[in-house]
């Protein structure tokens, strides 16, 4: 499977994004598609996760609260919205895909075999 993100951008302190992740290729078989970010310097870090069907979802605690995973199967894209961002959140956004549902170690980037270029955020103060 393939993966495209986009929906990234500058935005002030306190703005909202929504980033996309559309997946093309054998998208006929469901996958875990979680979002990942890496700031300059730091290593790549678990944002959100969603399994196929939608219907669990896991957060890293900074996010809980203010970001929402979802999927639109029928687009096959993935959607992380972003509110009340800070500068915290700048980074280079990923998505990932692991085939079938999320494993228990789904915040480990390792687990997943397929990954988009990545959307640029960065949030000014």
């Known amino acids: 499977v393939q993966l495209q993100a986009s929906g990234g951008g500058l935005v002030q302190a306190g703005a909202s994004l929504r980033l996309s992740c559309a997946a093309s290729g054998r998208t006929f078989i469901p996958h875990c598609i979680s979002w990942f970010r890496q700031a300059a310097g730091e290593d790549r870090e678990f944002v959100a996760a969603?399994?196929?069907?939608?219907?669990?979802?896991y957060y890293t605690d900074s996010v809980k609260g203010r970001f929402a995973i979802s999927r639109d199967n029928a687009k096959n894209t993935v959607y992380l919205q972003m509110n009340s961002l800070g500068p915290a959140d700048t980074a280079v956004y990923f998505c990932?895909?692991?085939?079938?549902?999320?494993?228990?170690?789904?915040?480990?980037?390792?687990?997943?075999?397929?990954w988009g270029q990545g959307t640029q955020v960065t949030v000014s103060s």
């Open positions: 990932a895909a692991d085939v079938g549902y999320c494993k228990r170690t789904y915040y480990d980037r390792h687990v997943y075999n397929y």
């Open positions: 969603i399994n196929p069907s939608a219907g669990r979802t």
